[in-house]
């Protein structure tokens, strides 16, 4: 079964609009970290936003935020007032326990101007 | 967050040829990095976990005698990729720490 899902293989959004970008999980493990990640054209990974499983805010970084409803295991990426370079792929993981991540397969999200 | 960096970014190599991929944390004390290897419109695949001073740990799938892994001190690990083939060609990229901060990979093409 999957671990991580990420249902959007791709999204077209207008410049300056919000997007959200859907993440589900499955784990037994009580305690886990969720991550999302960008990876523009040129390659890199580049680290957005981290929710560990008892935090009891959501997290928010600039105008990333994480919609972490727990009870549904979701960790959907909201992007506010998208800029054409937010344009690029966008990965979900969750690390259980241990070091390692696990990936969903992505979403690549197009920003029209 | 931690500075990793990768070299080479690029690579062409012979096929039947070794490259070697350098991943270093140029501020960051690593005891454990990752590497990952990523085919075109797909996710990250983990291959490996290279701990320092020790053996690194394969995932299942994964030919150890052919993706050579050292990780000699804290700031360095290095990936081999021995006796290359077309197949080889991927996107490798090494991550640092629990935080998982990444280089900006390497493109390895196998001619």
């Known amino acids: 079964a999957q671990k991580i899902t990420q249902t959007q293989p791709g999204m077209f959004v207008q410049e300056k609009e919000a997007v959200t970008l859907d993440c589900t999980y499955d784990?037994?493990?009580?305690?886990?970290?969720l991550f999302w990640y960008k990876q523009p054209s040129s390659g890199e990974m580049i680290f957005l936003i981290y929710?560990?499983?008892?935090d009891q805010q959501n997290a928010t970084e600039g105008r990333y935020s994480l919609n972490f409803q727990k009870a549904r295991k979701s960790a959907n990426l909201v992007i506010s007032a998208s800029q054409l370079g937010d344009s690029a792929m966008y990965f979900c993981?969750?690390?259980?326990?241990?070091?390692?991540?696990?990936w969903g397969a992505g979403t690549k999200l197009i920003i029209k101007p | 967050g931690a500075v990793v960096s990768q070299h080479p970014s690029r690579v062409i190599c012979k096929s039947g040829t070794s490259v070697k991929i350098e991943c270093r944390s140029l501020?960051?004390?690593?005891?454990?990095m990752f590497w990952y290897r990523q085919f075109p419109k797909q996710s990250l695949m983990l291959m490996a976990t290279?701990?320092?001073?020790?053996?690194?740990?394969?995932e299942q799938g994964v030919e150890k005698d052919k993706f050579l892994i050292n990780h000699a001190s804290l700031t360095l690990s290095t990936l081999t990729v021995t006796s290359a083939h077309p197949e080889d060609s991927s996107f490798y990229i090494c991550?640092?720490?629990?935080?998982?901060?990444f280089g900006p990979g390497t493109r390895l093409t196998v001619t």
């Open positions: 991550s640092v720490g629990l935080e998982q901060y």
């Open positions: 501020d960051f004390q690593a005891t454990t």
């Open positions: 290279s701990n320092e001073g020790s053996k690194a740990t394969y």
């Open positions: 784990t037994s493990d009580p305690s886990y970290g």
């Open positions: 929710q560990g499983s008892y």
């Open positions: 993981a969750m690390r259980e326990g241990n070091y390692q991540l696990i």
